[in-house]
């Protein structure tokens, strides 16, 4: 008599090997870390203390589209902070730390809108722009955008741009925002003090 056929496998290995892919990533240009420029509850003593009291410390770092919505949500939004902290998000090996002689020959725009609800707004957009590489159409050619920051005011929100080279030009500060607005956010919001600060 012959052997009976062995009969097909029921406990659902095969389908599992299936759904067992490793998920697809979007990787980015770059790595970018999320810092946080805070007010320690007691910061004195702290070796990490800076900017008159202030703590940079990073909260993660992302290669990926998929690990930048992961810390992104993860984090507080700016309109949580204090007054005078602030959220950045800076290309790999940068940090915020402006005294550094690595950001010598650079500098930062820095514009200031008059109202602090729109923080959580702009600083998703900025995020969002900078590892999409979009904020280089602000800058340039011979430029680079190295992070950006948001910081709440009691009346208003600061947004920054860092980037690697001088990119100064007193009678283009009001172009600027204008560009930063039609190129970078769906919504515009009107900015005052415009201005590009270097060492």
């Known amino acids: 008599m012959a052997a009976a056929d062995s009969p097909a496998s029921t406990d659902g ?3 599992t090997e299936k759904s067992a892919k ?5 990787p980015l240009h770059t790595t970018w870390i999320f810092y946080i420029n805070e007010l320690p509850e007691d910061h004195h003593g702290d070796p990490n203390a800076k900017h008159e009291g202030h703590r940079i410390r990073c909260l993660g770092r992302c290669s990926t589209v998929e690990e930048f919505w992961k810390v992104f949500k993860a984090t507080e939004k700016p309109s949580q902070l204090q007054f005078t902290e602030a959220f950045y ?8 730390q402006w005294e550094k002689p690595e950001y010598s020959n650079g500098g930062r725009w820095r514009r200031r809108h008059g109202d602090v609800r729109s923080a959580d707004y702009l600083w998703c957009e900025l995020a969002m722009s900078a590892v999409g590489e979009k904020l280089d159409q602000l800058v340039d050619s011979h430029n680079s955008v190295l992070g950006v920051g948001v910081s709440p005011r009691p009346t208003s929100v600061v947004v920054e741009i860092w980037t ?3 990119d100064f030009d007193a009678d283009k500060t009001v ?7 039609s190129l970078i956010l769906p919504r515009p919001v009107p900015f005052k003090n415009v201005y590009y600060e270097s060492e």
């Open 22 to 26: 490793p998920k697809k990533t979007h």
């Open 164 to 166: 690697a080279s001088l």
């Open 13 to 15: 290995s095969e389908s």
């Open 175 to 181: 172009e600027f925002a204008e560009r930063f607005n």
């Open 89 to 96: 998000l800076m290309r790999e090996p940068c940090d915020p």
